[in-house]
């Protein structure tokens, strides 16, 4: 089985994030950039279905990033993937989900894969759109929060999660997949695959090589970002506590009972 996942490379998750008020764009400067957390559950998922299908089983890990950050993607080459493709281009900048679904969508083409696994969301922009846009641009089967795969003849069949408890369905290959948080922790890196990530190939594409018809980057985007602005801070608690007795219980229960939880 021929899996492609892809991983978008986000500032580090810890380190606070910066909006430039110029550009209205999140600084990436001078933080560290790291696999998007979800992105890996996604390389969990690819690399426990490359196990399984012994020989057959390659995983190469796919992102549209600038250049200056392809050994970011070592990472994933370290923890079993076999290789990656960075798509890079200059021109790519100021692409918002639009933009980016459709360039990356035309680079996933280009790879042969049965299989497409897509993190569910970023850790930066967390609009969770792109795995829908890959679907509807590839034409693919779009399959959302696994949290349990199987290959059975040459389909897959899928534990999905939903807000009520969970459904299997089947889909046949190629399809798209995007992990839940319950698939599994995703595993650490061997110092032999540390080391034998060194050997591996990260390829680089640009845009030239896509021949796409239409625009991307800022002049591709169908959105605009107006304004933003940091959350409400939050308001004082209330505290209850042990002495107030049958007073604070009371303040409590009204608490319960504004909130309409009682
Ligand atoms: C007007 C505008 C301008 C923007 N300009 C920039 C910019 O200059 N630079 C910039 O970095 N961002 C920019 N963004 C943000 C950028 O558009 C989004 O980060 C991008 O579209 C992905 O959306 P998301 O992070 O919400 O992905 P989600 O839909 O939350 O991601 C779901 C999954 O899709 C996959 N995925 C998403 N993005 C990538 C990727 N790049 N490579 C591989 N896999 C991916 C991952 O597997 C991820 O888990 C801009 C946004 C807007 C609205």
Not at 21 to 35: A, D, F, I, N, Y
Not at 227 to 239: Q, T
Request: aromatic residues 4%; proline residues 6%; charged residues 25%.
């Amino acid at each position: 089985m021929k899996i492609v996942v892809t991983v978008k490379l986000v500032p580090d998750p810890s380190a606070e994030k910066k909006i430039d008020p110029q550009t209205k764009r999140l600084v990436r400067t001078g933080v560290e950039t790291v696999l998007n957390p979800y992105d890996e559950y996604a390389l969990e998922a690819g690399l426990t279905l490359k196990e399984r299908a012994g020989a057959q089983g390659r995983v190469t890990v796919f992102s549209m990033a600038p250049e200056s950050l392809k050994e970011t993607l070592r990472k994933a080459l370290a923890m079993g993937a076999d290789d990656a493709v960075l798509l890079a281009d200059p021109a790519l900048e100021g692409s918002d989900v639009w933009a980016t679904a459709y360039a990356v969508a035309a680079a996933l083409r280009k790879l042969d894969f049965d299989l497409l696994i897509v993190g569910g969301l970023t850790d930066d922009s967390s609009t969770g759109a792109v795995p829908g846009a890959l679907a509807e641009h590839l034409g693919l089967p779009c399959i959302t929060n696994a949290r349990k795969i199987d290959a059975v003849d040459g389909a897959l069949e899928v534990e999905r999660e939903t807000d009520a408890g969970y459904q299997t369905v089947r889909t046949p290959l190629p399809a798209l997949l995007t992990t839940a948080l319950t698939f599994g922790e995703p595993r650490y890196a061997s110092l032999k695959g540390i080391m034998g990530a060194k050997k591996k190939t990260i390829a680089t594409t640009a845009l030239a090589d896509l021949a796409l018809e239409l625009p991307v980057g800022a002049a591709g985007s169908k959105t605009q970002l107006r304004s933003f602005a940091p959350p409400a801070p939050r308001g004082k608690g209330r505290a209850v506590e042990a002495a107030d007795g049958a007073a604070g219980a009371r303040t409590i229960f009204e608490f319960l009972r504004e909130k309409k939880l009682v």
